[in-house]
């Protein structure tokens, strides 16, 4: 299960490798947001240190303005009510389209599930088949920063708002364990972030990490979660896509400390993750 985060997605390629070293493979892929267009690279390249490596690798050559491009005339007709997202999503598109190899979601080597969000009615898409540009688009369309996605009569948008992890999905389709790769969120940063773009994007940080930490704590019984920890503290801004190569190193560190001890389990496994600052 790879959570949303935006730009502290870097953080699950580490977490992947950690996985891969420990030779853990999955039966099939949840993701996310974020989450979602790593999964879908690692469900097309399998999760050995090759593709692992090439994700990283795009994810070390990602600039902002390549997934958000400015536009001012753009961003006035969003702010005017005229578009509706404060930038396209040609960016995102381009990036799926030079990076994935595969064109339909039920094609991949690992079966994959992409969540995203009913904008009108507020329940959780689960995509399993159909378009993978167009799922994952939706599953990553941050509201009033991106456009929606219109997907089979329905208007969709990031899956974080109904589910960040879909874990009741996991359990439903029979999974007895389940491993969590979480985003995080920035816990030690000096001051809120500044600008509309910055504040949507941790705004929407922080309500999917709460949704998930509640996730966590309803399906403890259910199955044995594996949540591995996000490296901490964090002080990585919401825009930031510079320091995708220190996130990877971290992601990796905290995950194969934590997955030395019992494999991660945990008996109460969403403490560890609980909201916090410094």
């Keep these: ?4 985060g935006a730009n502290l997605g870097a953080m699950q390629v580490g977490m ?6 420990r030779v853990i493979r999955p039966d099939f892929l949840v993701g996310t947001s974020v989450g979602a267009l790593n999964a879908a690279f690692v469900a097309d390249r399998g999760i050995d240190a090759t593709a692992i490596d090439d994700l990283g690798d795009i994810w ?3 600039h902002t303005w390549q997934l958000f491009p400015p536009s001012p005339r753009h961003i006035v007709s969003a702010l005017l009510g005229h578009q509706p997202g404060l930038f396209g999503d040609q960016g995102l598109r381009n990036l799926i389209d030079r990076h994935l190899a595969f064109d339909r979601i039920e094609d991949t080597r690992i ?3 992409v969540i995203a969000t009913d904008l009108l009615t507020g329940d959780e898409v689960n995509i399993d088949a159909g378009p993978a540009d ?8 941050i509201p009033g920063l991106l456009p929606p996605v219109e997907w089979d009569g329905k208007v969709l948008v990031d899956g974080g708002i109904a589910d960040n992890t879909a874990i009741s999905s996991a359990i439903a389709a029979g999974a007895d364990t389940v491993y969590v790769l979480p985003c995080g969120y920035p816990c030690a940063l000096d001051h809120p972030p500044e600008g509309i773009a910055a504040t949507l994007m941790h705004t929407m940080t922080l309500l999917i990490h709460k949704r998930l930490i509640r996730d966590i704590r309803e399906y403890t019984d259910a199955a044995e979660l594996i949540v591995l920890p996000p490296p901490c503290p964090l002080d990585v801004g919401p825009m930031d896509f510079s320091r995708a190569d220190e996130l990877i190193v971290r992601g990796f560190d905290a995950a194969s ?7 991660g389990r945990r008996d109460a496994p969403a403490d560890h993750i609980d909201i916090h600052t410094h």
Excluded: K, N, Y
């Design 134 to 141: 167009e799922a994952i688009l939706a599953s990553a369309a």
């Design 111 to 113: 079966p994959l599930t």
């Design 257 to 263: 400390d934590f997955l030395r001890v019992d494999g």
């Design 60 to 62: 070390r050559g990602l």
């Design 1 to 4: 299960m790879l959570s949303g």
């Design 16 to 21: 992947l490798q950690a996985l891969a070293d």
